[in-house]
């Protein structure tokens, strides 16, 4: 009876634990299955007592060793028991030995920043170390680089001293073969002389193209020195220039011209104040202070017939008639006849000191493209066409007028462009201006 108890007792047990056993998904058996591969029907995930019992006792015949069977299975679960209780015991420690792990963990890392440091620290030192060793190496290298510059630079100045000394000869040379060449023009059908004739036209046209290039680094280039050796220079590829193509000497002067009108241009713009009429005479004051300024720097650098100062006359009076024409078209209605008097004055008086002080060669050059002049004595004014509009700006705003505001004196200016003209009487000037 007691081991039939007993029996009954465990089956109720089983039963209720089949009641609460766990069901795990689909997945997380098959991985459990492939962690702990078992072959006992108890683990599989769709166990069924019944089945089970069935294959335990297939007959009535075998339900005589039941005992034996329950006692089988009584020892096995006792060993389930006892390994679940080994099991258990074993995890009480977990925990401490988990927080020693944590720690030493800890240490390890702190160790391990501690050595990072170390690295750090002895690589900023073999860094000091490499700069300390290199310091002077690179100080080799900067020397041995300004050694280089430096040794470039004399050789620049060699160079250029070389071509200033044999500048002032290119010309006598050049024209001596040019005059010899001459005389071989009927022999051009021969191919040497015909050689030698492209040979110094091409001497002709680098030397143009280097002359020109010369001209605009010494008033435009970065540095831009105007020492006494650089004029020299200057001076002497002019006289070079007139022997070249004609073409290089009025791209030259083209230039140059606008070089030296380029403020003017600026500084009376066509939105300034000083742009209008009632201080048209700030813009003779302006020409008449870069031609002295011209003149006194740079004068003696052209030869005299290129007549530089006429033809940045010329330009300054052409830029003056257009720029006027249009400011005077687009302000009409402000014109009176005691600003138009004024202006007209003004005007005169300016006529007849260019007049005066220039020929009008250069006009003749280019006649069909430029104004007709009339005779000196009777001088033309560049602003006689009534629609003249222009605005400029002027730097001069506060400085008095220079003579030609006064109509009275137009020649008594003491000006290096008025040179080689005898002073005239104010009576004279007057009915000049008139």
């Not at 009076?317 to 005691?338: F, G, N, P, Q």
């Not at 493209?369 to 005779?375: D, E, R, S």
């Amino acid at each position: 009876m007691a081991s039939t108890a007993d029996f009954d007792d465990e089956a109720i047990d089983d039963e209720h634990f089949d009641d609460s056993a766990l069901i795990f998904p689909p997945e997380v058996q098959e991985a459990i299955d492939q962690v702990l591969p078992s072959n006992d029907p108890l683990d599989r995930p769709d166990f069924n007592p019944v089945d089970y019992i069935n294959t335990l006792f297939p007959t009535e015949q075998s339900l005589a060793n039941i005992d034996d069977v329950v006692g089988k299975i009584r020892l096995k679960i006792r060993k389930l028991d006892e390994e679940i209780g080994t099991v258990v015991r074993g995890q009480t420690n977990v925990g401490e030995n988990g927080r020693q792990a944590l720690e030493e963990a800890q240490k390890a890392i702190q160790e391990l920043f501690s050595k990072i440091k170390d690295i750090k620290d002895k690589a900023e030192k073999s860094e000091e170390m490499v700069k300390e060793i290199t310091r002077d190496i690179k100080q080799l290298d900067h020397a041995k680089r300004h050694l280089t510059s430096s040794i470039i630079t004399l050789n620049h100045l060699h160079m250029l001293n070389s071509a200033a000394v044999s500048t002032s000869k290119w010309q006598t040379y050049l024209q001596g073969v040019l005059n010899v060449l001459e005389h071989f023009d009927r022999y051009m059908a021969i191919p040497q002389i015909k050689q030698l004739s492209d040979k110094v036209k091409q001497i002709q046209a680098e030397l143009g193209t280097q002359i020109t290039a010369d001209f605009e680094e010494s008033f435009q280039g970065p540095s831009a020195k105007y020492g006494p050796s650089n004029l020299k220079q200057l001076a002497e590829a002019c006289l070079v220039v007139n022997v070249l193509d004609p073409k290089v000497k009025r791209d030259i002067l083209g230039w140059f011209v606008k070089l030296q009108l380029s403020e003017y241009t600026v500084l009376f713009a066509e939105d300034q104040d000083v742009a209008w009429l009632d201080k048209i005479d700030r813009r003779y004051a302006w020409i008449k202070r870069t031609l002295v300024s011209f003149e006194e720097k740079f004068g003696h650098i052209f030869p005299v017939e290129w007549e530089i100062s006429e033809r940045i006359c010329i330009e300054f009076c052409e830029i003056t008639r257009r720029e006027l024409s249009k400011i005077m078209a687009k302000r009409a209605t402000e014109i009176d006849v005691k600003l138009l008097l004024f202006a007209i004055q003004r005007t005169s008086n300016f006529e007849s000191l260019i007049a005066k002080r220039f020929t009008g060669i250069t006009l003749q050059e280019n006649l069909p493209t430029k104004v007709a002049i009339t005779p000196v004595m009777s001088p033309t004014n560049p602003f006689e066409e009534a629609s003249s509009p222009y605005e400029p700006s002027n730097p001069f705003e506060n400085e008095n007028a220079e003579s030609v505001e006064e109509p009275k004196e137009p020649c008594r200016v003491d000006l290096p462009f008025h040179r080689g003209f005898p002073p005239t009487r104010k009576s004279s000037c007057r009915r000049r201006g008139r």
